[in-house]
């Protein structure tokens, strides 16, 4: 019997978890994402729509996010536009 490679078998997972959530994006597009495969997301989506550096770092530690990985997530979606610096210490969706 031919043995079986943990990380063979995470990555087909891996694999099969990534084409499935494509699928369901593609059949139902206006529905709601019932899984995330990404802190990332799931993290911009737990932020509220205006808050502050304690906020966010609040929730980072809800999802058990590092704060230094939160605070280069914070800058990514203000660069990529998915969130806006609004003043000093002050961030908001747009």
Not at 2 to 14: G, P, Y
Not at 36 to 50: A, I, M, T, V, Y
Not at 63 to 82: D, H, M, N
Request: with cysteine; charged share 30%.
């Amino acid at each position: 019997m031919e043995r079986i490679d943990k990380q063979a078998v995470l990555h087909c997972t891996n694999y099969g978890i990534r084409i499935y959530s494509h699928i369901l994006r593609e059949c139902f597009p206006e529905d709601e994402v019932v899984m995330r495969l990404s802190g990332r997301d799931c993290f911009l989506d737990n932020l509220p729509p205006e808050f502050d550096r304690k906020t966010y770092l609040a929730v980072a530690e809800k999802l058990k996010i590092p704060a230094k990985t939160a605070e280069k997530y914070i800058s990514k979606f203000c660069v990529g536009g998915l969130l806006k610096h609004l003043a000093h210490d002050s961030y908001g969706k747009p």
